[in-house]
């Protein structure tokens, strides 16, 4: 932002050098990057970050300058300005997209006389980059600089029916703007119209149809809000930049939109004569009412680390313009339209610590830490990478939007999704961890490197049927081109490092998006946690993926119920082990999971293990059959088992697979 001292002192006192005032502006948040001198002026080029759009214009740096100086700040004094009939009779605004316009407003000058501006507006907007071009448009560009609040001027004679609309382009629409630049538009640019065709583009530029001439006698003046973030996507698709859309990009005063106007008519009718019309044509969707924020005297001392007394802190606010009010222990303030930026009491303390001197904060030779202990959260999730990184994992981290199909392929059909002007695609909050590592899947393989295995510890986004919010809740999920069998090792390394006692349990079942021949719940301690299963091939092609992969994915709120939890020790056993593998003939539809419980039934102290080993199929087994080889692990505390005794424990199991079941032992 230039800053011509001579212009900015219409508003505030100037009493100090050049570059004393450079060094305050930085003491209060804004470099000055350079230092211009003329024969009449000093030029100031001032930093201002993109939160502070209020000080684009000479009204908000002379508002700060005040605060910081203790001068009087007064704004241009307007008036009430002659009029000549009713705006009513002569123009109306329909604003048919109030959420991308939150305020639209037209006055109405006629018999105007379009000419050259006088000498001294020319050398103030030359002095900050503007070059002058009529006394109407020039007035408007006055106004820019004053009130950063960008303005347009119609010629009125031009408009049909002499009317504006607001609305969203259309597909196959064309528009020349001021510059000459022909823009196609579509449904996602905000456009004005009147009404016939497009004569300007919102927040942007005007069209070269409207535009006010040498033999304009007529016009209607606009002053608007815009919504930042179109905006900004149509200043870009049309590749157009303005001092315009930079100031609508980041946000304008919605009450200064009318004084802005006000301004601009009271120039007009100076420089080249006219008749304003009675009234403003004003659509606000939502008049403005003043936030209220409070302030802990006793915060900001301990977040600055200095002591600076309530009635100071006070004295501060009222000098921002806050209005504040000290209410039992706190100080409410009423943020003013043109501070936006402020939204919390942090935001407030910065307040204070910038007008109070960030050079008043005093710096210490060393800093001291308490020592805590670690949290948790950061406890189990340093331990999780770890197990992992042993497994051969590495992490990945990925954005938390995918695409609306993506989440259907794992069986959400109702994820939650931001508004496609937003975001076009991949605008859908993900459900789960898995098609995003997925989709970095397929870059490795891009890559020229298929063999991956990948874990991701993020938030997911649950819909919940009823609910306007989903379940949101922290996933750890994995991928790997391995194999199931190294997948579930992994898992089970998870398990025991982080849930240390828990009990894993593997139960097959019917997942969307993994195969349905593996796909399995994983358990803990009978709680359903997470699943696991090879990836279905109709993901893998969605994917173009060309290899296998595994992937599992559990809730980290699991691990972390039990992640504060010891093991017990347990000495070593004194007696050896015996173990018999049974290879046993069952029915194809028989599950692990089956045979499994049918074992656990059969209460035998001895037994410490039930493992399964493999399954075939093929001859001799019978046709609709297969035979699951599963170890059986006895051991006694108190003596070395004999032959006879296990044996005796195997024909009881092999009883009860046979009554539950219909095993036989394979011979």
Known sequence: MKVSLNWLTDYVKVSMPAKELADLFLRIGFPVEEIVETDTDIVLDLEVTSNRPDLLGYIGVARELAAATGETFTPPKIGRLPTVGSVEDLTSVEVQDPDLCPRYTARVIRNITVGPSPKWMIERLEAVGLRGINNIVDATNYVLMEYSQP?????????????????????????????????????????????????????????????????????????????????????????????????????????????????????????????LADGVADVWAKPFKPARLALRPARTNALLGVKIPQARQVAILRRLGLAPKPQRGRIVCAIPSHRGDLTREADLIEEVARLEGYDKIPVFDRVTHTVVSEPPTQRVRRGVAAALAAAGFDEAVTVGFIDAKEADLFGCTDAIAVDTLTRKTNNTLRPTLLPSLLGVCKTNQDAGNGEVSLYELAAVFVPRAGAALPDEHTELAMVSSSGLRELRGALEAVIARNAAGGRLEIRPGAVRGLDGQAAAEVLLDDRPIGIIGPVAADVLDHYGLERPLAAAAIRFDALLARGGQVASFQALPRFPSVRRDLSLIVADATTWGKLAEAVAAVEQPLRVGVDYVTTYRGKPIPEGHKSVTVTLTYRSQTETLRGEQVDEQVAQVLGALKDALAAELRA
Request: one cysteine or more; hydrophobic letters at 40%; a negative charge.
């Open 151 to 275: 303005l347009h001027c119609f010629d009125y004679d031009k408009l049909t029916e002499h009317r504006i609309v607001v609305r969203r382009g259309r597909q196959g629409e064309t528009m020349v703007s001021i510059d000459q630049t022909t823009c196609r538009l579509d449904d996602q640019m905000l456009i004005i119209a009147d009404a016939r065709r497009p004569v300007a583009i919102a927040g942007v530029m005007g069209g070269l149809d409207t535009e006010v001439g040498e033999a304009t006698r007529n016009v209607l003046i606009e002053s608007a809000q815009f919504d930042p973030l179109v905006t900004r996507r149509t200043s870009r698709r049309l590749a157009i930049m303005s001092e315009s859309n930079y100031r609508f990009e980041r946000g304008v005063d919605p009450v200064g939109v009318d004084a802005a106007s006000l301004r601009a008519c009271q120039l007009i009718l100076e420089l080249a004569g006219g008749e």
